[in-house]
């Protein structure tokens, strides 16, 4: 499945294992999403929150 | 049937096999987004249909803490609490509760204020290792080899200016092998250990940031202190990092909340998401 990119318009590929709140990058621009909805063929993005100091394990 | 519910800011893949470790294991998982939860003075445990017990998994330090007391408060049952939580985001706290328990750490020294820390700084001798309080993945750890290198973190720490990056910790060199160990506890049961060497041209032997993984042999002295750091916390599901200094044997540098386990899985015989799912089913039926 492809969906597409929100800032360059580039082709993502999402696989079909993958779930609502997995991060995606596009391989063009490197911007990075993260999926909201996954219904079938439906797929749905937003941007993904950029890294905050705080992250980590 | 047990409902477990795995709090997250995003799908790592820790995520998503404990997800299905826990689909597998016959229990109900519920994946729940941090960032979309939202709290009220007035809201009752029954208004949130999450789970039998709560695994907090969100890579926001400050999230993750704050949506932990908020479902405390509710009366949830959260791994890891609250309590273990603010200490182990914490490299200060955590520090302080090493020393407590007499659990072997580098020499740390904490300093308030940037003229404070560069007065400390030249007093202690370089080199010296400073860290930021609360992060990971080893970014802004930095090695300072002389006073210039002391200055230039000053002025970019000033330049932060948030509140907590004009808090120093800074931390003796330790002389040890290009590698690290990494402890994943559970209870009172080390589940995976490994050595974390550093990748060519880096001293910090983060996975984060190209490390590769080896499984550690334990033996009892290891063992010891990695259970005494793990209770120093308040036990529960951690990572223990610990150093072998040449000197003096081992030192637990940091311990991680919400453990990542993608290299220990590769290397470690134990089925790690699978133990930390018995024991979050454990605690619930406790
Ligand atoms: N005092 C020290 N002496 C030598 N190396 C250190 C010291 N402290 C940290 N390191 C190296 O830097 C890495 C990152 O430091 P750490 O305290 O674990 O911070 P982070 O939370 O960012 O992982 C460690 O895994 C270790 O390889
Ligand atoms: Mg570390
Ligand atoms: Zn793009």
């Known amino acids: 499945m492809n969906i597409e990119c929100k800032d360059c318009g580039a082709q993502i590929t999402v696989t079909q294992d993958s779930m609502v709140g997995e991060i995606i990058t596009c391989p063009d621009c490197g911007a990075d999403f993260e999926i909201t909805l996954k219904k079938g063929e439906l797929i749905e993005i937003k941007p993904a929150e950029s890294v905050g100091e705080d992250w980590g394990q | 049937m047990v409902q477990v519910c795995v709090i997250y800011d995003k799908i790592r ?3 998503r096999i404990l997800h299905n470790k826990i689909t597998e294991k016959g229990f109900t998982s519920n994946l729940v987004d941090g960032k979309s939860l939202v709290f009220n003075t007035n809201s009752e445990k029954v208004d949130f249909e999450l789970g039998d017990i709560i695994f907090q998994r969100e890579i926001s330090h400050y999230r993750g803490l704050y949506v932990t007391s ?4 509710l009366g949830f049952k959260v791994i890891n609490p609250f309590s273990v939580s603010e ?31 560069l007065q400390l700084m030249d007093k202690l001798g370089y080199p010296l290792v400073v860290k930021p309080l609360v992060g990971s993945w080893g970014r802004g750890v930095y090695l300072i080899k002389d006073r210039s290198a002391a200055e230039i973190l000053i002025d970019s720490r000033e330049e932060i200016g948030s509140p907590l990056s004009r808090i120093y910790y800074i931390q003796e060199k330790i002389d040890r092998p290009p590698r690290d160990i990494r402890c994943i506890v559970i209870a009172e049961n080390i589940v995976a250990s490994i050595y974390r060497n550093a990748a060519e041209n880096e001293w910090l032997t983060n996975v ?3 490390g590769t993984t080896e499984q550690v042999q334990m033996n009892p002295e290891l063992e010891e202190i990695t259970l005494r750091a793990a209770k120093a916390v308040g036990g529960g599901i951690l990572g223990i990092d610990l150093m072998e200094d ?15 386990f993608r290299g220990a899985s590769m290397v470690s015989t134990q089925d790690i998401p699978a133990a930390m799912i018995d024991y979050l089913v454990h605690e619930c039926r406790k």
């Open chain 2, 13 to 15: 893949f820790e995520e």
């Open chain 2, 87 to 117: 200490i182990c985001g914490n490299k200060l706290l955590t520090s302080l509760a090493l020393v407590k328990h007499h659990v072997p750490t580098p020499n740390t020294s904490f300093a308030f204020s940037s003229s404070s820390a």
């Open chain 2, 246 to 260: 040449t000197k003096r044997g081992y030192l637990v540098h940091e311990i991680n909340n919400t453990v990542e």
């Open chain 2, 208 to 210: 984060a940031i190209g």
């Open chain 2, 70 to 73: 908020c479902l405390e408060s």
